[in-house]
């Protein structure tokens, strides 16, 4: 029997303990307490959940398997390593989850018009797939370096009818497309709905986008005590925003024995530029403001956000969900980070032990699972949220891998 202990979530609205709020314009502050009170009615409604859920399994795939990765378990001689399968979902990642929960909560306000931010690229096209859907006219944005990166998602935006614009502006990645999404949400408040892509941003964003997401462990709760016959002992994610492991902790986080693993982008070093680790104790984050949420922020001596590096784009985020902070904070969760190289390594392993090509931001999981995993016994059991699939990431692979000698080229 799983031993229990209480969230550690705070009763405040929009608070996780310190870390939360609402930190924006003044000129936000009336579409915030709108779609505040817009998905309050929202979550009360019957008839809404029904539609979501429909959706959710006729249109997007739900619910998506619990996979035992015998082979891959078998090479690392430890603890059994069962894969959440959010890779098979429509779109190819678990983002789909989210844009489709705050599109229809758009539609319900009559809001036509919709903007979102990107860096892998995964929530764009979710996004813009969910606004063909609904028939909503759709804005992106996304750093041009990631555009470069990821090519092939700015194809798929455009051909499911939504612009896609460049942003140019600091490093040109994820920080940068928000805050020109967020520029624009300001200027265009009254017509426009801004799906925000992570369990980031001001309040209701966190709670709303971990909300949409709960349906991961939700599942894989279920599918653990159905197929498996108990709880798993860890439960895996990577760590970018904390979208895909807010949703993949939710329904554990009162399980004491269920640890909870987050994997940031460890990079290519410690110094800051080098990675995305906000709670890596050497060169990691302190707590501040950033984008609208109080939390840990990479930052240098003058409170400047830092540039961040990872080869996946999805991981390479200064700030992180204040959710995340809280968990980290009060020891219910347990965070660590992943290389560039490390990253890397596990994609081979996960494809060629079990023909499951991972998206880069989800192999820094499988990297960690696979070490967590020869640390065990045979009798436990490890969970990793397989958040997306690597087609997205063929070009930086092609790049970055030499798939004669399977393992990462030399720099």
Not at 254 to 279: C, K, M, S, Y
Request: hydrophobic content about 40%; glycine content about 12%; charged content about 20%.
């Amino acid at each position: 029997m799983a031993t229990m202990v209480e969230n550690p979530a705070t009763t405040v609205a929009g608070r996780f303990g310190a870390y939360g709020g609402r930190y924006v314009p003044e000129t936000l502050m009336a579409a915030l307490e709108e779609l505040e009170h817009a998905y309050a009615e929202a979550q009360a409604d019957p008839a809404f959940h029904t539609e979501l859920d429909g959706l959710l399994h006729h249109y997007c795939g739900r619910p998506t398997p619990l996979y035992f990765a015998k082979r891959l378990s078998e090479q690392t001689g430890g603890a059994k390593i069962y894969l959440k399968r959010e890779d098979l979902l429509h779109t190819g990642a678990h983002k789909i989850n989210n844009a489709l929960g705050q599109g229809l909560l758009a539609r319900r306000m009559g809001k036509q018009r919709i903007i979102a931010e990107t860096g892998a690229g995964q929530h764009g096209v979710a996004t813009a797939t969910v606004c063909a859907l609904l028939g909503l006219d759709c804005v992106i944005y996304m750093g041009e370096e990631d555009m470069r990166r990821q090519e092939l998602n700015v194809y798929r935006m455009r051909l499911l009818g939504a612009e896609v614009r460049g942003v140019s502006s600091g490093s040109a990645t994820l920080k940068d497309a928000i805050n020109d999404a967020m520029r624009d949400w300001v200027t265009n408040v009254r017509t426009t709905y801004y799906i925000l892509g992570s369990a980031l941003g001001a309040h209701p964003y966190p709670t709303m986008v971990r909300n949409f997401h709960r349906v991961i462990s939700i599942e894989a709760r279920k599918q653990f005590l159905s197929e498996v016959g108990q709880l798993p002992t860890a439960v895996v994610a990577c760590v970018g925003g904390g979208s895909n492991a807010i949703g993949a902790f939710y329904e554990f986080i009162p399980d004491a024995n269920v640890q909870l693993i987050g994997v940031e982008a460890g990079g290519r070093g410690t110094a800051l530029g080098e990675h995305a680790a906000r709670f890596q104790k050497v060169g990691g984050g302190l707590p501040g403001v950033l984008q609208g949420t109080y939390s840990y922020v990479l930052q240098n001596d003058a409170g400047q956000v830092a540039t961040t590096h990872s080869v996946s784009a999805g991981l390479d985020y200064a700030s992180v969900g204040p959710e995340h902070a809280m968990l980290h904070d009060s020891g219910r969760a347990t965070y660590v980070s992943c290389s560039d190289e490390d990253a890397l390594k596990a994609t081979i392993a996960l494809s060629r032990t079990e023909g499951i090509l991972p998206a880069l931001e989800s192999a820094h999981a499988v990297a960690e699972g696979i070490r967590l995993a020869a640390t065990m016994s045979k009798d436990q059991i490890i969970m990793i949220n397989l958040s997306g699939r690597g087609d997205k990431d063929m070009g930086i692979l092609a790049r970055e891998l030499d798939l004669k000698g399977a393992k990462p080229k030399e720099a």
